[in-house]
């Protein structure tokens, strides 16, 4: 099975936009990125996953830093359409706050 490789597009709206596969093999080499993008500015952020296609836990995972940095630095983090393997995860673990 071929992994689409995620991307990071940043529009003038101020939506983080992500799309291809956040998986175990993609989400390392974008966790970095994607914080630098999140908190490159103040104010909300919206992040938006429409664009994704598989995911694994490490997506979630992914959403957990992002929503912990956010706390730190006091920025309102809105996550907007997530895939629903994604919210499958989360409350498969036991976790509130990631639905469609």
Known sequence: ???TVAKLDT???GVIRVSGDLTFQTVPALREP???ELFAREGERRLNLEAVGRVDSSAL???LVCQREAKRRGV???LESPPQ???SIAE???LE???R
């Open 76 to 78: 309102n983090l809105i």
């Open 97 to 99: 706050g990631v639905r």
């Open 1 to 3: 099975m071929k992994l």
């Open 34 to 36: 994607l914080l630098q």
């Open 92 to 94: 498969l673990v036991g």
């Open 61 to 63: 995972s992914l959403w």
């Open 85 to 87: 393997d994604l919210c």
């Open 11 to 13: 529009s003038n709206d």
